[in-house]
């Protein structure tokens, strides 16, 4: 399977990599094939509700989405990672999901597989509700199925994300994956 990871997270070695990186591992070594996309420091602008693709065509903006959308249209899974920005997905990873305006039709026909992989410095139990709600809605919109989700609760820091039991999750998860 051709596995795309949108990375949104402005640290490029952080928690929120260290989680994509592990998923990355299990599934290579699952024998699949793992892309990761750093939609943080790519050239992505967001969207500007001009509807010029019609949900469906030609973005007029010029950057980086376009190169994103091939490699999305030319995968069977999409992994969402983020860190827990005010209980929701980094604006950087938001921006790139609100470009998917242009191709949206085409990603709910695909019926690609999905994951989400987060990061959070808090470890109550509602760390992640509204993430969550947010993915699982994004799930049934764009016909995705989801394949499981990793929510590192009390991942702070990098040091706290390594000593944490969630490296192994993300890795499991990458791993089990058929
Ligand atoms: C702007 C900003 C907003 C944040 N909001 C939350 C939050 O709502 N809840 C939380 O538990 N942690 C929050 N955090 C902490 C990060 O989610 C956490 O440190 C995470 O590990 C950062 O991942 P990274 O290393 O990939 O950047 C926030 C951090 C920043 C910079």
């Known amino acids: 399977m051709k ?3 949108l990375e949104g997270s402005p640290n490029r ?39 010029h693709c019609g949900y469906e065509g030609p973005c007029v903006q010029k950057d980086d989405v376009e190169g994103i959308r091939r490699k999305i249209l030319d995968a069977d ?19 790139m999901v609100d470009r ?16 989400l992989l987060a990061v959070a410095w808090n470890s109550d139990d509602w760390t992640f509700g509204a993430l969550e709600a947010h993915y699982q809605t994004l799930v049934q919109y764009l016909n995705l199925t ?8 009390g991942c702070g820091s990098s040091a706290m994300t390594k000593h944490s039991p969630y490296t192994q999750r993300a890795y499991e998860l990458g791993n089990r994956l058929k």
């Open 100 to 115: 998917f305006c242009a191709f949206n039709s085409s990603i709910q026909r695909k019926h690609m597989k999905s994951a």
């Open 77 to 95: 899974m999409l992994v969402f990672a983020t860190p827990l920005y005010y209980y929701g997905m980094s604006a950087q990873l938001k921006t």
């Open 146 to 153: 989801d394949m499981g989700m990793v929510l590192g609760k």
């Open 3 to 5: 596995i795309v990871v």
């Open 13 to 51: 070695n952080g928690s929120t990599h260290i989680l994509a990186d592990c998923f990355r591992q299990g599934a290579e070594e699952a024998g699949h094939t793992v892309e990761l996309i750093d939609v943080a420091h790519a050239d992505i602008h967001p969207c500007t509700g001009c509807i």
